[in-house]
């Protein structure tokens, strides 16, 4: 019987990153898969844009997903810029809509399971982002450990 490699799980915000230092602290992370969990996956930063952000970790040998349902809906985006940050009340609201994503929180889990994945949304800071609460979620589901790698810190810019 062969034995199940281990995965990994990690989380990163490409705030403060250029799209080249952002890929190759993924590589040097063994990221077989970057995991886009943004409602929105626009962003006014160069090839951090869906399409552009995919081809580019297609050339970088890293899996591009995304799941809209994973991000803050804008109800609770809208709320979190009212009050400048993500507050115990806003990360409450999105664990609960969170927890009504089954399909989705399932594909998720599915992924871990068999790839290195990496968590993706804006924040370089994981504690004040919905992917922190994520990352809880499918660490409990899948028993993968999540790492909440520190890109800016560690010279990605």
């Known amino acids: 019987m062969a ?3 281990r995965t990994l799980l990690f989380t990163a915000g490409y705030e403060g990153l250029s799209l080249s230092g952002f890929l190759k602290q993924l590589n040097a ?3 077989e898969v970057l995991f886009d969990i943004r409602y929105r996956p626009q962003s006014r930063k160069p090839g951090f844009s869906k399409n552009k952000l995919a081809a580019a ?3 970088a040998g890293i899996r591009y997903l995304h799941d809209p349902k994973l991000g803050t809906p804008p109800d609770q985006m809208e709320a979190m810029k009212a009050a400048g940050a993500y ?3 806003i990360f409450k609201r999105y664990r609960t809509f969170l927890l009504k994503q089954g399909d989705s929180l399932e594909q ?5 399971s068999k790839e290195n994945t990496c968590l993706l949304c804006y924040e370089a800071d994981y504690r004040t982002c919905h992917r922190r ?4 979620e499918i ?4 028993g993968v450990p999540v790492t909440h790698l520190s890109l800016a810190v560690n010279g990605a810019k």
């Open 29 to 31: 992370a063994s990221i």
């Open 57 to 59: 970790c297609k050339r």
């Open 87 to 89: 507050t115990p009340q």
């Open 133 to 136: 609460i994520v990352a809880e």
């Open 3 to 5: 034995r199940r490699r």
């Open 108 to 112: 998720a889990v599915e992924v871990v």
């Open 139 to 142: 660490e409990r589901r899948s």
